[in-house]
């Protein structure tokens, strides 16, 4: 089967950090683009970062440019996310997802469950 597994999140104070983990079970990685997404309570979903297994290249959004990191690692098939500088805005559930057609893809085949970032005060 299939599967993408998230782990690493909880509740963080402003300005703290998390570090997220994306594990993939029943395929590797390779070739693969892994991407995170997140969405808070009442938004869209949004991208919020992605990165090539063909080339290691990683994009970010503009709303957390310098403040996340996307790593992998090939030999655990695990990407991770490194979040640092947390704001409350970046409350939300976050989601790893992969496709075959990388990262500009408007479409994602495999999705994991989600887990919950809190930031506050």
């Known amino acids: 089967e299939v599967q993408l597994v998230e782990s690493g999140g909880g509740l963080v104070q402003v300005g703290g950090s998390l570090s997220l983990s994306c594990a993939g079970f029943?395929?590797?990685?390779?070739?693969?683009?892994i991407g995170w997404f997140r969405q808070a309570p009442g938004k869209e979903r949004e991208g919020v970062s992605c990165?090539?297994?063909?080339?290691?290249?990683?994009q970010y959004a503009d709303s957390i440019k310098g403040r996340f990191t996307i790593s992998s690692d090939n030999a655990k098939n695990m990407v991770y996310l490194q979040m640092n500088s947390l704001k409350p805005e970046d409350t939300a559930v976050y989601y790893c997802?992969?496709?075959?057609?990388?990262?500009?893809?408007?479409?994602?085949?495999?999705w994991g469950q989600g887990i919950q970032v809190i930031v506050s005060y």
């Open positions: 997802a992969a496709n075959l057609r990388g990262c500009t893809s408007p479409t994602w085949d495999t």
């Open positions: 029943g395929f590797t990685f390779d070739d693969y683009a």
């Open positions: 990165i090539s297994r063909s080339d290691g290249r990683a």
